[in-house]
């Protein structure tokens, strides 16, 4: 797997109708990211011959974006697991592009469900041995999780409340996160209860939004426009599908995704200058925290307080403002990957990490079911 | 035929169990360990040599939470998942009890409620009585 490091890069990204896009269908936004990537690249629609598309509405996305532009690709993708899926399809065109099955490949995802149902939108069946007991799902999955988390460890709500509001103060320096208003701990514990322990603040947001990456071979990424993020280590991991299956509820595959991704990289969890996780709620990002290194199982609570992964904290976490603020449009997986080649190239304006070199970008799919790490770098990296 | 491809499977026996008023769980002949959900080999070993027994019913709270809906949505009720004494752990919710009260280690005893549309194994607090 080493033999992958560094061969492939990301050389577009795009955005498009972050937070609300009110009159667009999921094919119209997803378009708007798409031009985005591929203008960044200096390519056209024609130059692309893989297609992946993730998409909640429908099971073919790869191939109803590839007809809806007018692609005909040498290969095509549709992975659906969970919201790491965009991840999971960077390692997939990292693999077909070093086999020579295809050369430029094309990474959409696109969601209009706020907009159109201004309610998380699920792509699963229920589930035979839950759904008689009615959680809110995802919610509650990630509620039980949290409360073993702190029965074992302590962990408080105002340690959870931390991560809602670090994240909060990322999104104010971000003009495209949809909500950018101050907010602080007590706000998040008085807010509405959803599952306990969560209240709504707890919780990602319901946007609309798309995003895009456009991927080649390092060889090609040399004589694009913009500087290449190298994707020097990428893997993924899932132990289980259904909560009640997890083996245990306070520990993630990210433990496993996490230290392969290292080792492909060669890197070690304090090397890296910016970390981007999927915090689809509070207890997301402390889980992640510490499954990938940067803090001991079960500190993650007392690791985020005092403003540490805030602006001016000791470690940038989520600094488009994550899931929680920035947007949450059903699956958030490609965010992370897009603010971490954002702070590679040095673009992130207002938040930007100075001299950022080296990043982290986690997707997480299910209830802490799929995990995706990529370890992404700059040139100087290689 | 003896090679003919019928149900039920484990999924409709373990309902059809229920709809009798009784709570069984498979166990693998082979490695020994008890399975939940229901399935048609072992995850533990891979075998399909499954049988059912009967639960002991006998559980602890392994993790546990309050949804809080708006009352047409089926109001404040307790969700949690229950180590069973066999070893296997299933999602279920905890009766008997105000579903706040509900914590982490707490000794359950199931039973089997057939008074809603289909039926389903619930909780409730060990030695609380009837």
């Given at each position: 797997m080493t033999g992958l490091r560094g061969k492939s890069a990301i050389v577009g990204v795009g955005t498009y109708g972050l937070g609300e896009a009110p009159g667009l269908s999921e094919y119209e936004i997803m378009t708007g990211a798409i031009e985005r990537a591929l203008g960044e690249a200096g390519l056209r629609a024609k130059d692309v011959d893989a297609v992946f598309c993730t998409s909640m509405q429908q099971n073919m996305g790869s191939l109803t974006l590839a007809e809806y532009l007018g692609i005909q690709p040498r290969f095509s993708d549709s992975t659906?697991?969970?919201?790491?899926s965009n991840l999971a399809q960077v390692l997939i065109a990292m693999m077909a592009i070093e086999t020579g099955v295809c050369e430029t490949a094309l990474i959409a995802y696109a969601s209009n469900q706020r907009s159109t149902s201004g309610r998380l939108v699920s792509s699963s069946k229920p589930d035979p041995y839950e759904a008689p007991y009615n959680p809110r799902q995802p919610i509650t999955s990630y509620a039980l999780s949290a409360s073993r988390h702190m029965h074992e460890f302590g962990t408080t709500r105002e340690q959870f409340a931390e991560v809602a509001v670090a994240a909060r103060a990322w999104a104010a320096m971000n003009p495209e996160a949809f909500m950018r208003d101050p907010l602080t701990i007590e706000d998040v514990l008085s807010a509405r209860p959803i599952s306990d322990p969560f209240t709504v603040r707890d919780c990602c947001l319901v946007t609309d939004g798309a995003g895009a990456l456009v991927v080649t071979s390092a060889a090609r990424a040399k004589d694009m426009p913009k500087p290449a993020a190298y994707v020097l280590g990428a893997a993924m991991a899932h132990w289980h599908r259904y909560i009640a299956n997890?083996?245990?509820?306070?520990?993630?595959?990210a433990s496993e995704s996490g230290a392969r991704a290292y080792e492909m990289a060669g890197v070690?969890?304090?090397?890296?200058?910016v970390v981007e996780v999927y915090d689809a709620f509070t207890i997301n990002t402390i889980m992640f925290l510490e499954d990938l290194g940067?803090?001991?199982?079960?500190?993650g609570g007392r690791f985020v307080e005092d403003g540490a992964i805030a602006p001016g904290g000791t470690l940038p976490v989520n600094t488009n403002g994550g899931g929680l603020s920035c947007c949450h449009p059903g699956m958030y997986g490609m965010f992370p990957v897009i603010e971490t080649v954002r702070q590679l190239r040095g673009e992130a304006g207002d938040r930007q990490i100075d001299g950022a070199a080296l990043g982290l970008a986690h997707g997480n799919g299910g209830v802490f079911s799929s995990q995706v790490s990529l370890v992404l770098g700059t040139q100087a990296t290689l | 035929m003896s090679d003919a491809i019928a149900g039920p499977g484990a999924e409709q026996t373990y309902f059809d169990h229920l709809a009798e008023g009784e709570f069984h769980i498979q166990h693998c002949t082979a490695c020994h360990k008890a399975v939940f959900y229901p399935r048609a080999v072992c995850p533990h070993c891979g075998s399909d040599a499954l049988e059912w027994r009967q639960a002991s019913g006998d559980g602890v709270v392994y993790a546990t939470s309050v949804v809080r809906q708006r009352p047409e949505k089926g109001g404040v009720y307790n969700v949690a998942l229950i180590d069973l004494a066999e070893g296997a752990r299933m999602m279920s919710r905890v009766e008997?009890?105000?579903?706040?009260?509900v914590t982490i280690g707490m000794a359950v005893r199931a039973e089997v409620d057939r008074s809603g549309d289909a039926p389903l194994v619930v909780f409730r607090p060990a030695g609380g009585g009837s």
């Open positions: 659906v697991i969970g919201g790491s997890m083996p245990d509820l306070t520990v993630t595959a070690k969890p304090s090397d890296f200058d940067f803090c001991p199982k079960g500190e | 008997g009890i105000a579903p706040e009260k």
